[in-house]
T-cell receptor, first 111, second 121 residues
Framework: KQEVTQIPAALSVPEGENLVLNCSFTDSAIYNLQWFRQDPGKGLTSLLLIQSSQREQTSGRLNASLDKSSGRSTLYIAASQPGDSATYLCAVGPSGQNFVFGPGTRLSVLP | GAGVSQTPSNKVTEKGKYVELRCDPISGHTALYWYRQSLGQGPEFLIYFQGTGAADDSGLPNDRFFAVRPEGSVSTLKIQRTERGDSAVYLC???????????????????FGPGTRLTVL
């Protein structure tokens, strides 16, 4: 059974810092991995989707990498801003189409 | 519509009652998913539809939960005899998967609705 963990559970940084969020999964036979952002009381906003054949994806200040063999993905946020404050979730797509989610990392960027 | 919509946004009910939660996916998306999210946790898969049929309902916790998608678009999640433990945010997502195509596709970007917050008193 696929299990997904995220470290750290919570992170507080001053504005302008570069930061890395980590996601680990137990079954490396995944088809894709997706990073989401969730604001309090809101649904999930898709940030980046990495196919199993890809190593990384970039969108603006965000860069996500995938290492299937080690069961890890990282989300790199450059020059963090207070508006980046949210919970960041990673989800892996194993066999079948449903995603297995990690518990999330709560990020606070202080002005 | 522009995105996935869910109604109602909030639902408060009493233990033992029946509730229906509605999801309207992105137009043209063939696949629809239901997840449940408890406070402080990531979403947990419930059921997935490809077209009108439930392709995977392995996440439904018990037979009090049922979902339909009769015309391959809007879906309704139905919960009978609600219990306090059913309280959570119920999230719906949709994605485009070719009908009749490979079951296991590497491309499956899911787009989520805002969720329905269910509170069972």
């Amino acid at each position: 059974k696929q299990e997904v963990t995220q470290i750290p559970a919570a992170l507080s940084v001053p504005e302008g810092e570069n930061l890395v969020l980590n996601c680990s999964f137990t079954d490396s036979a995944i088809y894709n991995l997706q990073w989401f952002r969730q604001d309090p009381g809101k649904g999930l906003t898709s940030l980046l989707l990495i196919q199993s054949s890809q190593r990384e994806q970039t969108s603006g200040r965000l860069n996500a990498s995938l290492d299937k063999s080690s069961g890890r993905s990282t989300l790199y946020i450059a020059a963090s801003q207070p508006g980046d404050s949210a919970t960041y979730l990673c989800a892996v797509g194993p066999s079948g189409q449903n995603f297995v989610f990690g518990p999330g990392t709560r990020l606070s960027v202080l002005p | 519509g522009a995105g996935v919509s869910q109604t109602p946004s909030n639902k408060v009910t009493e233990k033992g009652k029946y509730v229906e939660l509605r999801c309207d996916p992105i137009s043209g998306h063939t696949a629809l998913y239901w997840y449940r999210q408890s406070l402080g946790q990531g979403p947990e898969f419930l059921i997935y539809f490809q077209g009108t049929g439930a392709a995977d309902d392995s996440g439904l916790p018990n037979d009090r939960f049922f979902a339909v998608r009769p015309e391959g678009s809007v879906s309704t999640l139905k919960i009978q005899r609600t219990e306090r433990g059913d309280s959570a945010v119920y999230l719906c997502a949709s994605s485009w998967l070719p009908l009749g195509g490979a079951v296991m596709s590497s491309y499956n970007e899911q787009f989520f609705g805002p969720g329905t917050r269910l509170t069972v008193l």
